[in-house]
């Protein structure tokens, strides 16, 4: 079983805040995207630090309106809000 890792969400100015968790960043940044407000034509730079490391993986990323899916629980909307995200590049913090 793979460990869950911390990604920690940080600006262009180097201030750090949030934590997001997942076994890849991809998942951490699926996470993030989902609070933020971005479209597909115009999404947010999301940017994650590996705690413990100095990587920091930059990825776009909107979130949609979708029909929810037909095998959903009775408590759950029919429209439901859906994160993407697209992976840019891996920067390093000197």
Known sequence: MADTRN????????T????FTGKQPRQAALKAANRGKGTK???DIIRLRER???KIHVFKAWKQVVAAPKNKPEWMP????KPFVKKEKIETIE
Do not use: A, C
């Not at 990604?7 to 180097?14: A, E, N």
């Not at 029919?78 to 809000?81: A, E, G, M, P």
């Open 7 to 14: 990604f920690v969400l940080r600006d262009v100015d180097g």
């Open 78 to 81: 029919d429209k439901i809000s």
């Open 16 to 19: 750090e805040h949030g934590v």
């Open 52 to 54: 413990g490391t100095k």
């Open 41 to 43: 034509s115009k999404p």
